[in-house]
């Protein structure tokens, strides 16, 4: 006997070939019911032409499952022939084992990252009977991720662990796809499957080890409490505050990194927030990486949504509350200002701070927070001295210097210096102003609905009255020329802070088509227009003067409209600066014989460098590209969970459900379709409900991508991208995938697991 496994076991098993099938069929047929009597059986394929080292053809082939008695049996064995052509090899064989019983959980296991080649376990599993869940794409599956040698594992997976470095000893040198099972109350795991898994391993496992130690220790020594920080601890999230995830993405080359933290999350986020009323933060970096992987300190977070009234042990509990909560609720992590903390005075705050009370803050201290809260809003909204039109000033200024530095003749490296000087004192800073601003718009509209002076209709209605520019750029692309269209919107990029994705105005073609119709298209969609009752207008009067709110009514709303409109307009400001700013950028590498993606890894910070001093341009520009693409392999060979909770989560971690799979490291611009669209295929980003392999076919086409709904990393769509390098995003979940689907043109980028709208 040969084949014996310690950490598993294989049911029984028989298989024959297809030739063995044509000349035996009936005494194949009758040895299999004499081996397996009465039992429910699975039929599966073997093709010659499945799991080789170049393509696992995964989900290619039949398998019939719960198939009972001789005819059936039969008919499935026929199935499988059938899938394997019109013309199947005689040495394509067939397997047929009993099907397994009370099965309480199963799923498919990697010994290695698909997407990077790291030796990460990846256990993708669902609970429950049916063993296809997750290779079907199923929507009630579960990811676990574990580093090489991680402990903190919970014992099931921890069994399907041991299985995989049990095989990765029989097959030494080989990544593998593993599919299996746990039976019984006993958790019995059964080996279903194993194959090749189609990628070239890029780290090894003491590398990767040796890189999560030094984050666990960094992660360890930054949760110890800071003589000038409030709360006892910190958490560490992609996505809360100014959300890097959805900025810069979680592997941003080098150069997008750099240019983040210079211009908004050193030191200009803190700068802002302290003169709108909260704690002082300044020196403190709101962003901090690991391995190149851009996360926020949350602990930095919370202390900087504190007023500066609230002091001493009221801030210390406001900021343990507050992660408490979030750790608690991980999914809030993109929510935290709508849904934990208390940063602006609204007018359903009374209510809201029902839940300070009930987590055992006092009356004093909830009124001390609300009155902290209302002066500081009072000083944002006040409709003569409102903090907001200090900010919108600025953006005038901006403009001004702009066209002064590029019509003034400076040498590249200055000019970029100065674009980006400028663009955090006029750009930059007012827009973190702004924001807040527009925030705080944004909670005041929503309490006047909790609060039932507005109905979720006035809200809409208010909302789709705003003159935003995402607005004006729909209207113009409809009436404006394309030269004319170009000249205003033309420096916008899909990543805004990204050296390789084109400007508008360098490809116009992939991002507006023949949208451009010329002066007399139509320029304004209908609305219903948003106005005020007088019995609302006495309302919102009255609520103003009972929670001590300084504006009046007119005033209010022209707080709400510009802080809201302005918020998009600053961005669409500073952005100009930043844009030109990077193809000076690119400019300047290609003027010493380095290509946009070369540049792409260096570090904005060389051009301060060479500003201040006067080292050769070329050999500096080569130091920091070749530096950074020392570190990126790093970045690209780390996962890490979206939100880090303790210095263990860097080892073994559960994605979050709501996560999607980003397939390859690879990006793409398509346009939007459905799979039944085979006319639009080519060049398509198709988008389909599940990671079904009935959906093979779209591989057959030319598409450039793949979103689906539901899924797994290791589901079949998932492993058959992998191999032919497609981006795809596999279980986007409802929410984005629905988001996603109605756009016309999108820009996937799996490195950066960010998506752009783009029209």
Same mark, same amino acid.
């Given at each position: 006997?040969?084949?014996?496994?310690?950490?598993?076991?294989?049911?029984?098993?028989?298989?024959?070939?297809?030739?063995?099938?044509?000349?035996?069929?009936?005494?194949?047929?009758?040895?299999?019911?004499?081996? =397996?009597?009465?039992?429910?059986?699975?039929?599966?394929?073997?093709?010659? *032409?499945?799991?080789?080292?170049?393509?696992?053809?995964?989900?290619?082939?039949?398998?019939?499952?719960?198939?009972?008695?001789?005819?059936?049996?039969?008919?499935?064995?026929?199935?499988?022939?059938?899938?394997?052509?019109?013309?199947?090899?005689?040495?394509?064989?067939?397997?047929?084992?009993?099907?397994?019983?009370?099965? *309480?959980?199963?799923?498919?296991?990697?010994?290695?990252?698909?997407?990077?080649?790291?030796?990460?376990?990846?256990?993708?599993?669902?609970?429950?009977?049916?063993?296809?869940?997750?290779?079907?794409?199923?929507?009630?599956?579960?990811?676990?991720?574990?580093?090489?040698?991680? /402990?903190?594992?919970?014992?099931?997976?921890?069994?399907?662990?041991?299985?995989?470095?049990?095989?990765?000893?029989?097959?030494?040198?080989?990544?593998?796809?593993?599919?299996?099972?746990?039976?019984?109350?006993?958790?019995?795991?059964?080996?279903?499957?194993?194959?090749?898994?189609?990628?070239?391993?890029?780290?090894?496992?003491?590398?990767?080890?040796?890189?999560?130690?030094?984050?666990?220790?960094?992660?360890?020594?930054?949760?110890?409490?800071?003589?000038?920080?409030?709360?006892?601890?910190?958490?560490?999230?992609?996505?809360?505050?100014?959300?890097?995830?959805?900025?810069?993405?979680?592997?941003?080359?080098?150069?997008?990194?750099?240019?983040?933290?210079?211009?908004?999350?050193?030191?200009?986020?803190?700068?802002?927030?302290?003169?709108?009323?909260?704690?002082?933060?300044?020196?403190?970096?709101?962003?901090?990486?690991?391995?190149?992987?851009?996360?926020?300190?949350?602990?930095?977070?919370?202390?900087?949504?504190?007023?500066?009234?609230?002091?001493?042990?009221?801030?210390?509990?406001?900021?343990?509350?507050?992660?408490?909560?979030?750790?608690?609720?991980?999914?809030?992590?993109?929510?935290?200002? =709508?849904?934990?903390?208390?940063?602006?005075?609204?007018?359903?705050?009374?209510?809201?701070?029902?839940?300070?009370?009930?987590?055992?803050?006092?009356?004093?201290?909830?009124?001390?927070?609300?009155?902290?809260?209302?002066?500081?809003?009072?000083?944002?909204?006040?409709?003569?001295?409102?903090?907001?039109?200090?900010?919108?000033?600025?953006?005038?200024?901006?403009?001004?210097?702009?066209?002064?530095?590029?019509?003034?003749?400076?040498?590249?490296?200055?000019?970029?210096?100065?674009?980006?000087?400028?663009?955090?004192?006029?750009?930059?800073?007012?827009?973190?102003?702004?924001?807040?601003?527009?925030?705080?718009?944004?909670?005041?509209?929503?309490?006047?609905?909790?609060?039932?002076?507005?109905?979720?209709?006035?809200?809409?209605?208010?909302?789709?009255?705003?003159?935003?520019?995402?607005?004006?750029?729909?209207?113009?692309?409809?009436?404006?020329?394309?030269?004319?269209?170009?000249?205003?919107?033309?420096?916008?990029?899909?990543?805004?802070?990204?050296?390789?994705?084109?400007?508008?105005?360098?490809?116009?073609?992939?991002?507006?088509?023949? /949208?451009?119709?010329?002066?007399?298209?139509?320029?304004?969609?209908?609305?219903?227009?948003?106005?005020?009752?007088?019995?609302?207008?006495?309302?919102?009067?009255?609520?103003?003067?009972?929670?001590?709110?300084?504006?009046?009514?007119?005033?209010?709303?022209?707080?709400?409209?510009?802080?809201?409109?302005?918020?998009?307009?600053?961005?669409?400001?500073?952005?100009?600066?930043?844009?030109?700013?990077?193809?000076?950028?690119?400019?300047?590498?290609?003027?010493?014989?380095?290509?946009?993606?070369?540049?792409?890894?260096?570090?904005?910070?060389?051009?301060?460098?060479?500003?201040?001093?006067?080292?050769?341009?070329?050999?500096?520009?080569?130091?920091?590209?070749?530096?950074?693409?020392?570190?990126?392999?790093?970045?690209?060979?780390?996962?890490?969970?979206?939100?880090?909770?303790?210095?263990?989560?860097? =080892?073994?971690?559960?994605?979050?459900?709501?996560?999607?799979?980003?397939?390859?490291?690879?990006?793409?611009?398509?346009?939007?379709?459905?799979?039944?669209?085979?006319?639009?295929?080519?060049?398509?980003?198709?988008?389909?409900?599940?990671?079904?392999?009935?959906?093979?076919?779209?591989?057959?086409?030319?598409?450039?991508?793949?979103?689906?709904?539901?899924?797994?990393?290791?589901?079949?769509?998932?492993? *058959?991208?992998?191999?032919?390098?497609?981006?795809?995003?596999?279980?986007?979940?409802?929410?984005?995938?629905?988001?996603?689907?109605?756009?016309?043109?999108?820009?996937?980028?799996?490195?950066?697991?960010?998506?752009?709208?783009?029209?």
């Amino acid at each position: 006997m040969y084949g014996q496994l310690a950490s598993a076991r294989i049911a029984d098993l028989t298989w024959f070939s297809v030739a063995d099938w044509r000349a035996h069929a009936a005494e194949i047929a009758d040895n299999i019911g004499h081996l =397996f009597p009465g039992d429910a059986l699975i039929v599966r394929s073997s093709s010659v *032409r499945e799991d080789t080292r170049t393509s696992s053809m995964a989900g290619q082939f039949e398998s019939v499952l719960n198939v009972l008695g001789s005819q059936a049996l039969v008919n499935a064995i026929a199935s499988v022939i059938d899938s394997y052509g019109s013309a199947p090899s005689p040495q394509d064989e067939i397997l047929v084992q009993p099907m397994l019983s009370d099965v *309480r959980l199963s799923g498919v296991a990697f010994t290695h990252d698909p997407a990077t080649g790291s030796p990460y376990r990846v256990i993708n599993y669902s609970l429950g009977k049916d063993t296809e869940a997750v290779t079907g794409g199923a929507d009630q599956t579960l990811t676990f991720v574990a580093a090489p040698g991680a /402990t903190d594992v919970p014992q099931q997976i921890a069994q399907v662990i041991a299985l995989l470095e049990e095989l990765e000893l029989l097959f030494p040198g080989t990544p593998l796809d593993v599919e299996f099972a746990l039976t019984g109350e006993s958790n019995i795991l059964y080996l279903l499957q194993v194959r090749p898994l189609v990628l070239s391993p890029q780290k090894s496992g003491a590398a990767l080890q040796e890189s999560l130690a030094r984050i666990s220790k960094k992660i360890g020594e930054a949760q110890r409490p800071h003589p000038f920080l409030h709360g006892r601890s910190t958490v560490f999230g992609v996505m809360p505050d100014w959300n890097p995830a959805e900025i810069i993405g979680v592997r941003p080359r080098p150069l997008a990194l750099s240019l983040y933290r210079d211009l908004v999350t050193d030191a200009i986020w803190a700068y802002q927030r302290n003169n709108y009323g909260y704690h002082n933060l300044r020196s403190f970096p709101l962003l901090v990486h690991f391995a190149g992987q851009p996360y926020i300190d949350v602990r930095l977070s919370f202390n900087s949504f504190i007023p500066k009234e609230i002091t001493g042990t009221l801030a210390d509990r406001l900021v343990d509350y507050y992660i408490d909560r979030l750790v608690a609720a991980p999914a809030l992590h993109d929510k935290v200002e =709508f849904e934990i903390v208390y940063s602006c005075y609204s007018l359903n705050l009374p209510e809201r701070l029902k839940e300070l009370r009930a987590a055992e803050f006092s009356e004093r201290d909830c009124e001390q927070l609300a009155s902290s809260l209302r002066n500081l809003t009072n000083r944002v909204i006040d409709k003569d001295t409102g903090l907001w039109r200090s900010d919108q000033a600025k953006l005038a200024v901006l403009a001004q210097r702009r066209e002064e530095i590029l019509a003034s003749g400076l040498d590249p490296i200055s000019s970029i210096y100065w674009l980006l000087e400028d663009c955090k004192r006029y750009g930059t800073l007012p827009f973190a102003g702004l924001a807040r601003a527009g925030f705080i718009a944004v909670q005041m509209l929503k309490s006047l609905v909790a609060v039932g002076v507005f109905s979720s209709g006035d809200y809409d209605r208010f909302m789709k009255g705003m003159d935003t520019v995402s607005g004006q750029l729909g209207r113009d692309l409809g009436c404006l020329d394309r030269s004319s269209f170009l000249s205003r919107y033309g420096h916008l990029r899909p990543g805004t802070y990204d050296i390789l994705s084109p400007r508008y105005d360098e490809a116009p073609e992939t991002y507006l088509g023949n /949208t451009c119709k010329g002066p007399d298209a139509e320029t304004r969609e209908k609305h219903n227009p948003f106005s005020l009752s007088l019995a609302q207008m006495r309302a919102i009067s009255t609520l103003l003067r009972e929670h001590g709110l300084s504006s009046d009514v007119v005033g209010l709303f022209d707080f709400l409209q510009a802080g809201i409109e302005l918020r998009e307009y600053a961005k669409f400001v500073f952005t100009r600066n930043l844009s030109d700013a990077l193809s000076l950028f690119r400019q300047l590498g290609k003027q010493y014989g380095f290509s946009p993606d070369e540049m792409s890894y260096g570090n904005i910070a060389c051009i301060k460098e060479l500003y201040a001093g006067t080292d050769d341009p070329s050999a500096v520009l080569a130091r920091s590209i070749r530096e950074g693409k020392e570190r990126y392999q790093e970045t690209c060979a780390v996962w890490l969970p979206p939100l880090i909770t303790r210095p263990e989560d860097v =080892f073994a971690f559960h994605l979050p459900a709501c996560q999607p799979n980003y397939i390859t490291q690879n990006a793409v611009t398509g346009h939007v379709i459905k799979a039944d669209e085979r006319s639009r295929l080519e060049g398509g980003i198709v988008f389909i409900p599940s990671a079904d392999p009935g959906f093979d076919w779209l591989f057959s086409h030319p598409i450039a991508g793949l979103v689906t709904a539901y899924g797994g990393v290791n589901s079949h769509m998932a492993i *058959r991208a992998h191999e032919l390098g497609l981006p795809a995003i596999i279980g986007a979940g409802e929410a984005l995938f629905q988001r996603w689907s109605q756009a016309r043109y999108l820009h996937i980028d799996c490195a950066g697991q960010r998506v752009n709208i783009l029209s």
